[in-house]
């Protein structure tokens, strides 16, 4: 036990230490701690777009896997950009009807990879109900499950399902790895109540559309999420930072960086996102906050590397 509690802690000293080093950097060092690369939207150059996105900042990219098959092509893009590229297994609510007897076995094969850093993305999803609601619940409770055996990170899908993640996540409170609550776009009410389960909350660019009385830019404005809770994500090729909308705020819009901005305009657009926009997303989230974009990129990486046990 003493020997864990040692390794631990230099662990998160090696972290420490490599993060003072990012603090002398003159551009971002980010995590994007979600993006969609097995997408065929990326088929023809994710060479080049992952190289562009280390260009911008973003260091490090963890591939989503919402299926066994794409869960599998996410490990093998792993292999094709070591050290920049790490995935996910897990199967997404939409597909939980596709859950069989091998299902649990291949997930469990596919997490004994170094590059497979977190369970999901699996939850619920009670808003377009692609899977049976009770098929959703059962293929969620086996993955949070596995994910406390394996002792992995649960990336997890929400939306219209608060209620009953958090009833399935209660059921293994004293076993619980860390819990991501990826691409949140709930209200203040809901990321308390994540946040007092000990929960990361991860925010895309989403945030430039949110304009509800109590959503994620009222989180963010009245300090709901600490920062040592929040992570960052594109969800690439979807969430697409729409800087130009009328209902972002001005004070928003002048804390972008015409750098962000360039890599913004001339690689993305709503049909493609890719993980280079994410230095807008940070420079939004630090607006709202009244914070130095510095700071929530610092932070924020230090809680991804903490998180999923990333190298540094």
């Not at 599998?72 to 939980?96: D, I, Q």
Request: charged share 25%; glycine share 6%.
């Amino acid at each position: 036990m003493a020997s864990n509690e040692a390794n631990k802690n230099q662990g998160i000293d090696g972290i420490e230490d490599a993060m003072g080093e990012l603090m002398s950097s003159e551009n971002y060092i980010i995590v994007d701690i979600g993006a969609n690369l097995t997408n065929k939207k990326f088929t023809r150059d994710l060479d080049s777009v992952v190289s562009r996105a280390r260009d911008a900042g973003v260091h490090k990219i963890m591939v989503t896997g919402i299926t066994v098959q794409s869960s599998k092509e996410a490990l093998r893009l792993t292999r094709l950009f070591p050290e920049t590229l790490y995935s996910t297994a897990g199967v997404h609510p939409h597909e939980a009807k596709t859950w069989d007897d091998e299902t649990e076995e291949a997930l469990r094969e596919l997490a004994a990879n170094q590059e497979v850093v977190a369970i999901g993305e699996c939850g619920l999803d009670f808003n377009r109900n692609f899977s049976p609601q009770d098929v959703q619940l059962e293929v969620f409770e086996k993955q949070v499950s596995l994910a406390c055996e394996l002792r992995k990170p649960l990336f997890v899908h929400e939306r219209d399902a608060h209620k009953e993640v958090l009833e399935v996540l209660g059921k293994y409170k004293a076993r619980l790895p860390p819990v991501v609550i990826h691409c949140f776009t709930g209200d203040a009410t809901q990321a308390a109540a994540y946040l007092k389960e000990g929960c990361y909350i991860g925010l895309t660019g989403y945030v430039w559309k949110d304009k509800s009385e109590d959503g994620v830019r009222r989180i963010l404005e009245d300090g709901v999420v600490p920062l040592d809770r929040l992570l960052v994500e594109t969800d690439s090729p979807f969430m697409y930072p729409n800087t130009r909308a009328s209902k972002l705020p001005p004070y928003v819009k002048e804390a972008l960086t015409e750098r962000s901005l360039t890599f913004l305009h001339r690689y993305c657009t709503f049909q493609r996102n890719e993980p280079c926009s994410l230095p807008v997303t940070i420079e939004m989230i630090a607006a709202y906050m009244k914070k130095k974009s510095e700071q929530v990129a610092l932070q924020t990486t230090f809680n991804a590397l903490k998180v999923f046990g990333l190298s540094t």
